[in-house]
């Protein structure tokens, strides 16, 4: 039986609106294009299907993290390049997932709270501010940037396509050299 390689993660985190899902998404349609084996968990849906009960204590919030690492660790094993979009807020629970992850690097989507603010359609960080929805991560609750990312990626300040010329790279895709 022939070993196959094991795959890699790409843990996209930052606040709610930075564009990590926006992010994950194009990347995941070029890897699908490109012919790899991919996975995308979004923090939205693992939340809703596999930590469906979860609140949004400090404990509930590191039980979704490591779940959604534990996920991504299998698929990883299996040869997938995994991209995971999850604001997991403490380093210290990102770190510990990461470290148990093959081939996982850190991707700081980072955009300031004014950014993320006009952003939101929804109106949520305007509700958080005014103090209308608790633990609200950013606002309320805290959101721990990480110290030593692989790439940090300032979405106030690159587009889509500059984002996806940083991250090709480090999802095994080749970027476009021309003379």
Same mark, same amino acid.
């Given at each position: 039986?022939?070993?196959?390689?094991?795959?890699r993660? &790409?843990?996209?985190?930052?606040?709610?609106?930075?564009?990590?899902?926006?992010?994950?998404?194009?990347?995941?349609?070029?890897?699908?294009?490109?012919?790899?084996?991919?996975? &995308?968990?979004?923090?939205?849906? /693992?939340?809703?299907?596999?930590?469906?009960?979860?609140?949004?204590?400090?404990?509930?919030?590191?039980?979704?993290? =490591?779940?959604?690492?534990? /996920?991504?660790?299998?698929?990883?094993?299996?040869?997938?390049? /995994? &991209?995971?979009?999850?604001?997991?807020?403490? *380093?210290?629970?990102?770190?510990?997932?990461?470290?148990? +992850?093959?081939?996982a690097?850190?991707?700081?989507?980072?955009a300031? &709270?004014?950014?993320?603010?006009?952003?939101?359609?929804?109106?949520?960080? +305007?509700?958080a501010?005014?103090?209308?929805?608790?633990h609200?991560?950013?606002?309320?609750?805290?959101?721990?940037?990480p110290?030593?990312?692989?790439?940090?990626?300032?979405?106030?300040?690159?587009n889509?396509?500059?984002?996806?010329?940083?991250?090709?790279?480090?999802?095994?895709? =080749?970027? *476009?050299?021309?003379?």
């Open positions: 039986m022939s070993r196959q390689a094991a795959g993660v &790409l843990w996209l985190t930052g606040l709610s609106g930075a564009g990590k899902s926006t992010l994950a998404s194009a990347l995941h349609q070029e890897l699908l294009s490109a012919g790899i084996s991919t996975e &995308l968990l979004d923090g939205d849906a /693992v939340r809703e299907n596999l930590s469906k009960g979860l609140g949004f204590s400090k404990e509930d919030r590191d039980t979704n993290v =490591r779940r959604i690492g534990f /996920v991504a660790g299998l698929l990883a094993r299996h040869g997938v390049t /995994v &991209l995971v979009s999850a604001i997991s807020p403490y *380093e210290d629970t990102r770190r510990e997932v990461l470290s148990k +992850l093959p081939n690097v850190e991707i700081f989507v980072d300031p &709270l004014e950014t993320v603010t006009e952003r939101d359609v929804k109106g949520l960080y +305007l509700k501010i005014a103090g209308e929805i608790a609200f991560t950013g606002v309320s609750d805290p959101y721990e940037a110290s030593t990312p692989d790439l940090h990626l300032r979405t106030d300040r690159l889509v396509a500059e984002c996806l010329e940083l991250l090709r790279p480090l999802a095994g895709l =080749r970027t *476009e050299v021309t003379a």
